[in-house]
């Protein structure tokens, strides 16, 4: 009798340790889940900045081309209320060899997966593209 109830009680015990650890390693996984989409996310993020810096630096490039080039990756992406910033006030007004920087920034909270609060994690993804300007 007392042998029965010494394993009832070690299983128990194995019950609720096994119920401890589900929680971690679910934790755990949708961590590094809702993490990979995020760096994912900024890969996309650096490929729009470069392909925006790429535009920019192009002899007939404007301005315009350069966001609309930038804000179609971003909708074929579904990444929305992003904003690009180009370092130069006018890329029509740039010599030929001067550095043109486009940055592209989105909340977080508009590329986030499963949007876990315990976990922390940046408020704005950034990503920024530097090249030379190309002469005519």
């Known amino acids: 009798m007392a042998a029965m109830k010494r394993r009832q009680r070690a299983s128990g015990m194995a019950l609720v340790e096994l119920a401890l650890i589900i929680i971690v390693l679910v934790l755990l996984t949708f961590g590094a889940m809702e993490y990979g989409w995020l760096f994912f996310r900024l890969q996309q993020l650096t490929n729009a900045a470069w392909t ?6 192009l ?3 404007t301005n315009a081309g350069v966001e609309s080039t930038v804000d179609a990756l971003m909708a074929a992406w579904d990444m929305y209320g992003h904003t690009t910033t180009i370092s130069v006030g006018d890329v029509t007004l740039v010599e030929p060899g001067a550095i043109v920087q486009v940055t592209v920034s989105v909340p ?13 994690r940046p408020t704005t993804l950034r990503a920024s593209a530097s090249m030379a300007k190309e002469g005519p």
């Open 52 to 57: 925006g810096a790429r535009t920019a630096i």
């Open 59 to 61: 002899p007939d490039a």
């Open 108 to 120: 977080t909270a508009n590329v986030q997966l499963m949007g876990l609060s315990i976990l922390p």
